[in-house]
């Protein structure tokens, strides 16, 4: 099974770089990455992907595998080289040791949209201040982008749980517990909404006065290392996905690293990805210290 998976990513590595592939052979993943990076002249010089199978079930000449697909993108844009790397569930299945389908295993967004975030009038006189310390939130983020911090409650949706995880890297101060509709924290197995959930957090950012604080900005080249993006992917006003700034391509835009979609220096666009919509709507927040 692993040789089997391994001839099928020589065969997608192929349609990544190949000057000679056609457009009916390739998948979609393939489709939309290049697409994405002709729109910013940019290109793939080198490719590796491995899987690692998580479980496979088999029935007469049938098998079932789930597996993790891990890729690296050696991506060339003007004169500067940088890597971007990934990773996605998958399942395939077989048939008498061939592939007859093998089918991206969308992440499971959560359904938590109507806990919205409160903050009182209270809080919203509180001053206080901190020194946000970019360059630690950006190194969590490049060390935890395709694991989990033991230290931490794991979500089955991990993406805005592990963007807090780097703003507290960065010195970002929790408040509110233990109300879990204000405030921003995690403590005693508990956390706040605007910890978790993708929405709330997007809500906090956008009106929180003291302690963790950000500025919405207009477009993402206004945005520095550690910097957020949020993202509503439907455009129906519920944001579901989070990111942090850590990079920049060669004309400025935002690279940024990500949980649930695990990935690392992706362009911040998210065009590639199964969840985009053309309906998808972005918001570009600044922290401020």
Not at 18 to 44: D, F, Q, V
């Amino acid at each position: 099974m692993q040789e089997t998976l391994q001839d099928l990513f020589e065969k997608r590595i192929h349609q990544f770089i190949s000057n000679t592939r056609e457009k009916k052979n390739l998948y979609p993943k393939a489709e939309r990455k290049l697409a994405s990076l002709s729109k910013r002249s940019a290109e793939i010089v080198k490719v590796k992907a491995a899987g690692n199978i998580i479980e496979k079930i088999e029935n007469g000449n049938y098998e079932t595998v789930h597996y993790m697909a891990h890729f690296q993108y050696l991506i060339k844009q003007k004169d500067a080289l940088y890597l971007e790397e990934e990773t996605e569930m998958r399942l395939a299945k077989l048939f008498k040791g061939e592939v007859i389908s093998d089918e991206e295993i969308a992440p499971v967004q959560t359904g938590d949209y109507h806990q919205e975030l409160s903050i009182p009038t209270e809080e919203l006189e509180e001053r206080s201040s901190f020194q946000y310390d970019r360059l630690k939130a950006v190194q969590y983020a490049e060390r935890w982008w395709n694991s989990y911090n033991p230290a931490y409650k794991k979500f089955e949706n991990n993406c805005t749980n592990y963007i807090s995880q780097c703003l507290r890297a960065g010195g970002s101060p929790m408040r509110g517990y233990p109300s879990r509709g204000s405030g921003w924290w995690m403590q005693n197995n508990n956390w706040s909404y605007s910890w978790a959930i993708a929405n709330s957090l997007r809500l906090y950012l956008a009106n929180s006065k003291s302690g963790l604080r950000a500025k919405e900005v207009s477009s993402p080249d206004q945005l520095v290392l550690g910097d957020v993006i949020c993202y509503d992917f439907e455009g129906d006003g519920r944001f579901n996905h989070n990111t942090m700034v850590t990079g920049k391509d060669a004309y400025g835009m935002p690279l940024v690293n990500a949980n649930t979609y695990n990935s690392r220096m992706r362009y911040w666009a998210y065009e590639d990805s199964s969840a985009y919509t053309p309906n998808i709507k972005y918001k570009f927040f600044s922290i401020l210290d």
